[in-house]
């Protein structure tokens, strides 16, 4: 166990829908991740919260959208869902915020399998 | 755009056998994680490599990052069926440490 909550476990939708998942990081993690996992594919990194205020973007599609809140769980939410949005979604968390030289251990949830019908 | 290629990207072997996973980039890391990932389940943190040339020993695996810190490898000694998993590399770059998976390995030892 990672320390890392994600709910909900599973998540089947509708095209068109749209849908928010919730992450609990590790208590006193600040870093929060979020990361696509397709089927037969390697995690797709999407976006990087720290302390509330995002820091780092990745491959995230317009319709998709996150946010950290002061108590600092995490929410992503997904709308105007497609077939091709279903996946794994995984949420990791970290102590700190990761730089030059600072390298960060992610400690990442059990995911949330999101299936669009 | 970065990429990390990792090969092979399936390998089924026999339990006691010896073997390699790669990953590759043309870009330079500033650090560079194994994860092994299990079915079901989210990726753990193996081992971080800092520094070019540096290789660490977690047991039976090996990890190395190039001199160049373009690249890295895992070897596994002796694989037993516990091994069995999905196995990624992660780079870190950029100011606030960008993070870019590798396409993964998917390993199975048969007993």
């Known amino acids: 166990d990672s320390g890392v909550t994600q709910t909900p476990k599973h998540l089947i939708t509708a095209t068109g829908q749209r849908v928010t998942l919730r992450c609990s990081p590790r208590?006193?993690?600040?870093?929060v991740y979020w990361y696509q996992q397709s089927l037969d594919q390697g995690l797709q990194f999407l976006i990087q919260?720290?302390?509330?205020?995002?820091?780092a973007k990745g491959n995230i599609l317009e319709r998709f959208s996150a946010q950290q809140f002061p108590d600092l769980h995490s929410e992503l939410n997904l709308s105007s869902l497609e077939l091709g949005d279903s996946a794994l979604y995984f949420c990791?968390?970290?102590?700190?915020?990761?730089?030059?030289?600072?390298?960060?251990?992610?400690?990442f949830g059990p995911g949330t399998r999101l299936t669009v019908l | 755009t970065q990429l990390l290629e990792q090969s092979p990207q399936f390998l089924s072997i026999q339990e006691g056998e010896n073997l390699t996973v790669y990953c590759n980039s043309s870009?330079?890391?500033?650090?560079l994680q194994w994860y092994r990932q299990e079915p079901g389940e989210g990726p753990v943190l193996l081992v971080t490599?800092?520094?070019?040339?540096e290789v660490k020993k977690l047991k039976r695996l090996t990890f190395q990052f190039g001199d160049a810190r373009k690249d890295s490898s895992l070897h596994i000694t002796a694989a037993q069926p516990g091994d069995t998993g999905l196995y990624l590399c992660?780079?870190?770059?950029?100011?606030?440490?960008?993070?870019?998976f590798g396409t993964g390995t998917k390993l199975q030892v048969i007993p």
């Open positions: 990791a968390s970290s102590p700190r915020l990761a730089g030059a030289h600072i390298y960060n251990e992610q400690f």
């Open positions: 208590s006193g993690d600040l870093s």
């Open positions: 919260y720290y302390n509330g205020e995002e820091r």
């Open positions: 870009s330079v890391f500033s650090s």
């Open positions: 490599v800092v520094t070019g040339g």
């Open positions: 992660a780079g870190y770059s950029g100011g606030y440490q960008k993070v870019t």
